[in-house]
T-cell receptor
Framework: DTAVSQTPKYLVTQMGNDKSIKCEQN?????MYWYKQDSKKFLKIMFS???????INETVPNRFSPKSPDKAHLNLHINSLELGDSAVYFC???????????FGSGTQLSVL | AQKITQTQPGMFVQEKEAVTLDCTYD???????LFWYKQPSSGEMIFLIY??????QNATEGRYSLNFQKARKSANLVISASQLGDSAMYFC????????????FGTGTRLQVFP
């Protein structure tokens, strides 16, 4: 009964490939996010969705396309993977403003 | 401009001692929330403590307390009676009451607790 679950936990792939990361939350939250954590541990928001609508797109390359089929799911599809995409990607969700974010366990993406 | 600043890339503390991790923030919004998260080596993000900008008292959660100094725009995390399991990265974050609901993180402080 994990609150925010994302799969896969590890993803190793070649440059140029397309891959997806899935995220689901069972908390009934309206807002979901994707964060990227780089090799220096810096966490930066990429996208946020509120009730299936895109709210934030923080100048992320077009190769990254989030999709929210319903408010409990927010998937991340990445086209034409590049070496610089290697990072840990975290999905998160939250309820009301000023409530904490609940994070998934992260997906370690390694692009070779 | 950096909205959340953590000036200590690394800190050491002896077991059972208290340690303060610094965090300053920058916002012109009167309504905001401040959060601390812990990230152990296993990688998950663990919520520790929250302080609202209108809260009159400093937040406390067990061994964690937040030294909130609004005029100085600082929200330092105090961990009392450190334990070996406290060794981790600690992130300060801020959420403004705009329509984006995003959490902005600082660069983190790596805490090492030694016996």
């Amino acid at each position: 009964d994990t609150a925010v679950s994302q799969t896969p936990k590890y993803l190793v792939t070649q440059m140029g490939n397309d891959k997806s990361i899935k995220c689901e939350q069972n908390l009934g939250h309206d807002t979901m996010y994707w964060y990227k954590q780089d090799s220096k541990k810096f966490l930066k928001i990429m996208f946020s969705y509120n009730n299936k609508e895109l709210i934030i797109n923080e100048t992320v390359p077009n190769r990254f396309s989030p999709k929210s089929p319903d408010k409990a799911h927010l998937n991340l599809h990445i086209n034409s993977l590049e070496l610089g995409d290697s990072a840990v990607y975290f999905c998160a969700s939250s309820g009301q403003v000023n409530e904490k974010l609940f994070f998934g366990s992260g997906t370690q993406l390694s692009v070779l | 401009a950096q909205k959340i600043t953590q000036t200590q890339p690394g800190m050491f503390v002896q077991e059972k001692e208290a340690v303060t991790l610094d965090c300053t923030y920058d916002t012109s919004d009167p309504s905001y929330g401040l959060f601390w998260y812990k990230q152990p080596s296993s990688g998950e993000m663990i919520f520790l403590i929250y302080q609202g900008s209108y809260d009159q008292q400093n937040a406390t959660e067990g061994r964690y307390s937040l030294n909130f100094q609004k005029a100085r725009k600082s929200a330092n995390l105090v961990i009392s009676a450190s334990q070996l399991g406290d060794s981790a990265m600690y992130f300060c974050a801020m959420r403004e009451a705009d329509n984006t609901d995003k959490l902005i993180f600082g660069t983190g402080t790596r805490l090492q607790v030694f016996p």
